[in-house]
Structures are given as C-alpha cells and as structure tokens.
C-alpha cells in the first residue's frame, strides 16, 4: 500500500503579524496535487492542522476543504489532533467527517479507547489497521494529585511510561499476519531534532518519550511535532515527515516536504520526501543599510538584524528597503555591552542617571529623549 505522510500545517499561523493565510492555500493545494499523482491509498495528517486553539472560520474552512478535497482523491483520510489544536473542537467536527469518509481523532475517548484503532483495505486488497493517537497533555496523563507528589524527573518518566503503556495496548492486534501495521502520534522522541518554530512547553524533555515505545511488528510510524524531517532510530521504521512550511524563523533551514511510504507485510517500508515549495522561503540577512540596498529576495519573508547604531526611524528606513522585512532587530554584535548599566544600578544611582547610562550603553545621543525622560519622571513623581 501507499501512505502520504503530512503534519503540522499551522493553518491560521501568524509570523511577526503578517497573515499567511494565502501561503496556506497554494501549500495546501499543492499537497493535494501530490495526492492526485502519487494515488496513495491512505493519507496520514499527524496533527496541529491549526496554529491556535481557537481557529478563525477562515481556517477552518481551509482546513475542511484541504482534508475533502484529500479524500476527493480517492484515498482515505485520517487526521489526528496536535498539541496547537483543540482536540473537544475537533471532535466536534466528527460528524462532519463521518459524513465526508474522514477519520478525525482529536482527542482522547472518555470511553473505548478501541476508537483509536482504525482499520481498512486497499483497492489491492492489502488490509490495514492504524493506531491514531492525538497529542497527550502530560496535565492529562498524570492526575494532579500525582503531579504534585511526584518530582520533575518522576513525572517525566511517569508520562513516559504511560505512553508506553497506551501504545502497548492499542497495538495487541498488531500480532495478527498479514495485515499491515501503522501507527500515527504527535510527540516528541527522545534524540530526535526540533525544527526550530515548536512550542518549547510541548518538546522539552517532560514531553519526550523514548522510541522504544513503539512495537517492533509496526510496519510505519508517522508522527508529528517537530517540524523538521527525519528518521527516527526505533525497534521499527519511524519518521517526522515536517511541516510542509517553515512556520518560524527558526526553520528557514528545513526542507519543506511531505512523504510519500510504500510498505506492505512482506516488505520494508520505503520512504521518500516529495517537496512542498508553494510558500515562501523564509531568510535572515545582516549588515548596514548600505548593504541591505542591495539585497534583492522578493519570494522571501526576511528577518532583518541590522549593522547601525539603534536610533528613531531605523525601522521604517529597513522596511523601506526590503519591504518583505517582517523582523527588524539590531544585529547583537553591534550592542556595547550592558555591564556598565549593571554596575551603575548596584551602585544605587538615581533614575535620572540609569536612564542616561541605559541611552549611553545603547548608543543612543538624539536629542530631547533625556529631557523627555526628566519631564515625565518630574510628572510622575509630583503625584505620588
């Protein structure tokens, strides 16, 4: 059988202010378009389809489609809930996706944990069955009581083990032949690498489990969360496809992508990326205004540390030269070092003086900004 592999679309994700919702269409339709030419026959989305608990209903129209028009292609369609989703919300939804022949898992049953395991066949006949697990808030693994008896490191481990447990569970049927086993996660594995743009609360260590986790008799694990591409060493094969755009700064390195999996009982499973190149690249790029003048990156969001002294307008002056800067910051090896202002302040200065050793430390010598300090300072202080 074949699998496409997608997670992490961060619809509805904001960067430094700028809406990328029109990235989101042409990355989206693109990976439809993958769908249409490769003809898998089970298309896997592990997770954070949104970038926010509380999607706007201009996202989730995006989203809806991209997930009918996936199943438009023939395949079927499972999507599982991330840590950025609101799993009850995307429950919610099931009904729609019943009605639609889609497979939404946002989070975890009140009851038969059985609805998680989800089974079917190909046009080929080759039988399936799939382990969904949306993302497990370690708050929810763990009761309070627990939590507050148990230190950091016996949390930790406490989460781990119940993740363990879970998977444990759910894949008993694994054991039967002839069929192929999948399972689809959105965590964090031990000793594999960030992308860069995740939420550091949800990929720290509290949140990592090992690979061991996983059953040897799985055939693929597809799993989301970090956002950067890779195979994951594990008792089977295991890999984060990445997001299908760079959602930060952090991530200008990765290569957007989606997988494409051939596995069947008798035969590995065979992973290759397809690209997903519809957004725009994202690139950090230093040096003075002179030099900034002849940047020329028009397909690309660019952050801006700039080579000058910090001073009033800088900004608007960057911007002006690279309209598609979305980050503009000074770059550090230009900031004289802070000590002075420290030991200014130990020394019990007035405020008057720390101001003035705080513009001094920053380089900064326009005129009226002190005196602007001193007539609010004398404004404030004649009201106490």
Not at 250 to 268: F, L, P, Q, Y
Not at 278 to 306: I, K
Request: charged share 25%; glycine share 8%; aromatic share 6%.
């Amino acid at each position: 059988m074949r699998i496409l592999h997608t997670s992490d679309w961060h619809v509805g994700k904001v960067l430094k202010g700028k809406n990328r919702n029109e990235e989101h269409i042409k990355v989206l339709a693109q990976v439809v378009e993958i769908a249409r030419a490769e003809r898998p026959d089970l298309v896997i989305v592990a997770g954070d389809l949104y970038d926010t608990a509380a999607p706007t209903a201009e996202a989730t129209r995006l989203v809806t489609r991209a997930l009918s028009a996936l199943r438009k292609t023939g395949a079927r369609v499972v999507a599982i809930g991330g840590n950025h989703d609101n799993g009850a919300a995307l429950d919610a939804l099931r009904p729609w996706a019943d009605a639609a022949g889609i497979e939404l898992r946002g989070s975890y049953p009140k009851g038969d944990l059985n609805d998680l395991l989800i089974e079917g066949t190909t046009e080929s006949g080759e039988r399936w069955r799939l382990v969904a697990l949306p993302f497990l808030s370690q708050r929810y693994a763990i009761r309070a009581a627990e939590m507050y008896e148990l230190t950091a490191a016996e949390a930790n481990q406490t989460y781990a083990d119940l993740v363990a447990r879970l998977i444990a569970k759910l894949s008993e049927p694994f054991a039967e032949p002839g069929v192929v086993n999948l399972l689809t996660a959105h965590l964090t594995i031990v000793g594999a690498s960030a992308g860069g743009g995740e939420r550091e609360a949800h990929t720290i260590m509290g949140y990592a489990v090992p690979a061991t986790v996983f059953p040897a008799n799985a055939h693929y694990v597809a799993l989301g969360h970090l956002h950067r591409n890779q195979t994951v060493i594990s008792p089977c094969p295991t890999r984060y496809c990445g997001s299908p755009l760079a959602i930060d700064f952090g991530e200008e390195e990765n290569v957007c992508s989606v997988a494409i999996v051939d596995v069947s009982t008798d035969k590995a499973a065979h992973v290759r990326d397809v690209p997903v190149t519809s957004a725009l690249t994202l690139r950090t790029v230093r040096g003075t205004l002179e030099q900034l003048a002849t940047v020329n990156l028009p397909d690309a969001w660019l952050r801006v540390l700039v080579r000058e002294a910090p001073r009033p307008g800088l900004r608007e002056d960057v911007q002006e030269l690279l309209p598609n800067a979305l980050e503009v910051r000074i770059d550090p090896d230009m900031l004289p070092s802070r000590d002075g202002a420290r030991s200014a302040e130990r020394a019990g200065r007035s405020p008057r003086e720390l101001f003035g050793d705080y513009l001094d430390s920053r380089g900064n010598a326009e005129e009226g900004v002190r005196e602007l300090f001193d007539a609010l300072y004398d404004e404030v202080s004649s009201n106490k």
